[in-house]
């Protein structure tokens, strides 16, 4: 069974911009989470979606923003990006079969560099 | 609020020692744990979780921990470490009853020298 898959793997954009980051999830898995890794904040959660709907939000700031498809694909989006959003940006499936926590399964991430 | 503390930032040990990473919560009830690793360029891989059940939990690459919650502790042992366990080591821990939001810890370096 293929892991989960980010794309692109690499992003260089400069401030002010947007960016949309993809994620293809393990074939069956309905939850799909994403968090943001920086060496002063560490691993951070953004988000989480369920079945198209997001079911847990962290304590991001209304530029970061997502959403689900039904194939369970998702895609993250910053807007006007500040310098301090460079960052590895990781997505983590899992099955989700209770609301309980799951085991998560993470891809490489995407490294976003803001000029 | 939850929180996870790693103490150590860094840990360096020879091939062949044993291992102990520290990990300690604040959680107001019973929490689900977990350890991650990461290596450089890569996204995280779960070594083991603890749900409920036996304290002592065994994982993948020969790695365990212990669940102790007098002390509000979930540390990571391996008896003999290999060259290819240098890596990140990130301890987690997420709220029981339906949201879930998990809190990681700031990572131990694990150095492995020959």
């Known amino acids: 069974k293929a892991g989960v898959t980010q794309t692109p793997r690499y992003l260089i954009k400069t401030r002010g911009q947007q960016v949309t980051l993809s994620c293809s999830p393990i074939s069956g898995h309905r939850s799909v989470s994403w968090y943001q890794q920086t060496p002063g904040q560490g691993l951070q959660f953004l988000f989480e979606?369920?079945?198209?709907?997001?079911?847990n939000k962290g304590n991001f700031p209304g530029r970061f923003s997502g959403r689900q498809f039904s194939n369970s694909r998702s895609e993250m989006n910053v807007s006007t990006l500040e310098l301090g959003d460079s960052a590895l940006y990781l997505c983590?499936?899992?099955?989700?079969?209770?609301?309980?926590?799951?085991?998560?399964?993470f891809g490489p991430g995407t490294r976003l560099t803001v000029l | 609020a939850q929180s996870v503390t790693q103490p150590d930032i860094h840990i360096t040990v020879s091939e062949g020692a044993s291992l102990e990473l520290r990990c300690n919560y604040s959680y107001g009830a019973t929490p689900y744990l977990f350890w991650y690793v990461q290596s450089p360029g890569q996204g995280l891989q779960l070594l083991l979780k603890?749900?409920?059940?036996?304290?002592l939990v065994q994982g993948i690459k020969g790695f365990e921990a212990e669940f102790k919650r007098s002390q509000s502790s979930f540390n990571l042992r391996k008896p003999s470490v290999h060259w290819s366990d240098a890596a990140e080591y990130f301890c987690a821990v997420a709220s029981s009853g339906g949201s879930y939001i998990p809190t990681f810890g700031r990572g131990t370096s694990l150095i492995v020298h020959p």
């Open positions: 983590a499936s899992s099955l989700a079969v209770t609301s309980d926590p799951d085991t998560q399964y």
């Open positions: 979606y369920f079945s198209e709907t997001q079911r």
């Open positions: 603890y749900f409920s059940g036996d304290t």
